[in-house]
Structure formats: structure tokens, C-alpha cells
């Protein structure tokens, strides 16, 4: 078995680095990219076809016109954010020319802005344009993510020198989990501080419900949050493919956040929403840290990691545990407690059930992952390793296939 980078500093064994066991461990929220799916042999083959028709000498303006149609094929297929991006650029450019009285523009328009503001206040109410909204923001997190991987992580992947495909991809994926979530995090504090939620205070989540409207940034944020995870679970039904010990798992706790997403929001439990995200959203940016500086065998890793386990327990387990305690003892005894559809109150005997049942459900996942960060950690202390939870056989049928890949990309360029 290789050794991780975890392994103490006077260890005199000399190991293949294979990079470490917390860069490589297959736990977390995030799902692979379009461009860090692995490609099957059908696309390789197409890909080294179309390379094969515009070595070819061009005599006619139809072989022209043909050249630059499969340039464009070739293009998207290595660049994976232009096909999104020639989107979001259309429908801008035609939501800015079209008469503001016509249909389109108006489709456009709540694709593109926040619906249902309220005359007079600033202050935003709900409807089903709010779906609009999430799919076309899911576009583009979907051009976002793509062209980070592409033009930034990529790139920065060789500066560390990482040369292998799966390494590289592994490493895109952790960095990019450090830049979305280390955003929403930011972004969901501030929210929360100008709301009487600081310090994860669980009566104002019952006090003042319903909370039916939400001023700009609010609902930039939430409706944020779903297009966010649409765009991932759309990727991770994209590219089923059983690559972590914990797919199970994973599958489920995307399944889990896309219902407490769509019930907070639905039914105005969104306060305690907020504070499950920003819950959710910190522990991830630490897990993306410790995952991509254990990875690079950067100093302090190690010291880092626990750091992050720290971090891990506190806002997942901890915090989500005192709003799920809240659900059972203050759920029914702070504000109103009462079904009524005409005012929009659902906070009654029918929703507690569903709301104790979500969150725990998320929080047995969570759990579960805390299983395997510790087996980590006690490896680390108790064995001085700390031993992927990958097989080796499962590495290196990986890099078996990435070798494949990378001869095929060196025969196309």
C-alpha cells in the first residue's frame, strides 16, 4: 500500500507519491465536471477523427464550411464552457434588444432577474418564475465551473506539477470546491448577520415565520443555492458512473439537499435554510483546503486537517444537531402553530415530521462521512498513515485509463 503525505516527518520510507489520502479520499458534496468526466472510447474516437478531416487538405468551399463545423465540434469538446457561454451571450444580447412589451423579453427577463418584487418595499415574494430563474443560473454555473476547470484550474494543475489526468482532475474538482464554497460561505454570513441570526440562533427560525418575502440579496442567494445544486445533480445523472466508495451515500445526500431546497423555499422555512447552507457551505471550503493542500504535500496539511475535523463536527454536526433538537422542542412552542393555506402558515403538526426527517436524513449522511475523516485522523495519530479509502487496483485502473487518454490526446495534437 502507498503512504500518504501524513505520515510523520522522521518516517524513513521512501514511497511512489501517489498523492494523499485526504486529496484523494472520496468523500463530500462535490460531483464531477463536464471536463473531468472521463471520456469513453466512442468520443476519443470522434475526437481523433475530426482531428484527422482538418489535417486534410482543403480544395472547395463545402470542405471549408466543413473544416470550420468540426473545428467548432473539436473546440466545444475540449473547451466544455463555450457551448454554455454562446447561451448566456444570446440570451442576453437578445433580452437587451427586444421590445420590453414583447414575450420574449419578458421570458427573458425573468430568467435573467429576480421576480415578483414588491411596489414600494425591497422586498421579494415567490412564484413559479422563480423555477426560470434556477434552471437558467444552473446554465450558468454550468459555464462557470467549466471555465474554471478549463482556463484556470487546469493550468495551475501543471504550474503544481501534477501531470497525471486523474490527478489533475482530482485536483480541479477540490479547487474548485475552494472557490464556490468558499463564496457562498462569505456570501451567506453576511447575509445572516443583518438578520437576528448570529451565532446560529434557533428561536428566531420560528419568531417571525412565515418568511414569505426576502429582500435582493436573500433571494439572490437562495435561488442561487438550488441552481447551484440542479447543475450538480444534472452533471452527477450525467455521468453515472460508481467511482467513490461512498456513491451511495452521495447520490443520496444530493437527492436530500434538493428537497430541503425546494420545501424551505416552498413552504418559508428558508431562515433555516440559510443557516443549513452556510453550515454546509463552510465545512466544504474546509474540506476542499485540507483535500487540496494534503494533496499538493504542502506544509502545514497536516496541522490544517485537524484543524478542518474541528470545523467539520462544530458546523455539521453540533450546529445541525441544535436545529434539529430546535425542530422537537421549539418548532411547536415559538410562533404560530397552525395549518393555514389562504396566509400561507405551514409551520404545524404535518411539517414538523417532514422537516426533523430531511435534516436528519442529511445529518446521517454527514455522519457518515465523519466515520471517515476519523479513520483518517486515528490512523494518522495511532499508525503514523493515513490510508486511502480507495483500493489500489481502483488507481490504477484509473491511471490505466488516463494513460489511454493522454496517448490519445498526444495522437490528436
Not at 473545428?71 to 437587451?96: A, D, G, N
Not at 446560529?200 to 435561488?223: A, R, S, V
Not at 411539517?351 to 445529518?363: G, H, K, N
Request: charged residues 20%.
Amino acid at each position: 500500500m502507498t503512504s500518504s503525505n501524513l505520515a510523520p516527518p522522521n518516517s524513513n520510507q521512501v514511497h511512489r507519491r501517489r498523492g494523499s489520502s485526504i486529496g484523494n479520499i472520496d468523500l463530500g458534496d462535490t460531483s464531477p465536471a463536464l471536463s473531468t468526466m472521463k471520456t469513453s472510447k466512442a468520443q476519443r474516437r470522434k475526437s481523433s477523427d475530426r482531428m484527422a478531416q482538418l489535417s486534410e487538405k482543403t480544395t472547395t468551399d463545402s470542405q471549408l464550411l466543413r473544416k470550420f463545423y468540426l473545428s467548432y465540434r473539436e473546440l466545444t469538446y475540449r473547451q466544455t464552457w463555450i457551448q454554455p457561454l454562446i447561451v448566456l451571450v444570446l440570451s442576453v444580447f437578445i433580452y437587451l434588444i427586444s421590445n420590453p412589451e414583447g414575450q420574449i423579453h419578458q421570458f427573458l427577463e425573468v430568467c435573467i432577474l429576480p421576480s415578483y418584487k414588491i411596489p414600494g418595499t425591497d422586498q421579494y415574494g415567490k412564484g413559479k418564475y422563480d423555477f426560470y430563474f434556477v434552471f437558467y443560473y444552473a446554465i450558468f454555473f454550468t459555464f462557470f465551473r467549466e471555465f474554471c476547470m478549463c482556463m484556470i484550474l487546469r493550468p495551475l494543475a501543471h504550474y503544481f506539477k501534477i501531470t497525471k489526468e486523474s490527478r489533475v482532475k482530482r485536483f480541479m474538482e477540490q479547487t474548485y470546491a475552494i472557490i464556490y464554497f468558499g463564496a457562498a460561505g462569505c456570501f451567506g454570513l453576511w447575509i445572516m448577520s443583518k438578520l437576528p441570526l448570529r451565532w446560529f440562533q434557533t428561536t428566531p427560525l420560528y419568531e417571525t415565520y412565515p418568511h414569505k418575502t426576502h429582500d435582493f440579496w436573500f433571494k439572490i442567494f437562495y435561488l442561487g443555492q438550488a441552481a447551484f445544486w440542479v447543475q450538480q445533480s444534472v452533471i452527477l445523472v450525467l455521468g453515472l458512473e460508481a467511482r467513490r466508495s461512498d456513491f451511495v451515500e452521495f447520490v443520496f445526500h444530493h437527492i436530500i439537499t434538493i428537497a430541503l431546497i425546494w420545501n424551505s423555499y416552498r413552504f418559508h422555512f428558508t431562515w433555516m435554510g440559510l443557516t443549513i447552507f452556510v453550515c454546509m457551505d463552510i465545512s466544504d471550503f474546509f474540506l476542499g483546503m485540507s483535500k487540496t493542500l494534503n494533496y499538493l504535500n504542502a506544509p502545514g496539511g497536516e496541522a490544517f486537517f485537524v484543524f478542518f475535523v474541528f470545523v467539520w463536527i462544530y458546523l455539521r454536526h453540533y450546529i445541525n444537531l441544535k436545529v434539529l433538537w430546535s425542530v422537537l422542542t421549539e418548532f411547536r412552542t415559538v410562533g404560530q402553530w397552525e395549518l393555514n393555506w389562504e396566509t400561507q402558515q405551514y409551520k404545524c403538526w404535518i411539517s414538523q415530521p417532514i422537516v426533523f426527517f430531511l435534516i436528519a436524513a442529511l445529518q446521517l449522511v454527514n455522519i457518515y462521512w465523519l466515520f471517515l475523516i476519523l479513520r483518517i485522523l486515528y490512523r494518522y495519530i495511532n499508525v503514523g498513515e493515513a490510508k486511502d479509502e480507495r483500493s489500489d487496483d481502483e488507481d490504477e485502473a484509473d491511471d490505466e485509463a488516463d494513460d489511454e487518454e493522454d496517448r490519445s490526446e498526444k495522437k490528436n495534437q
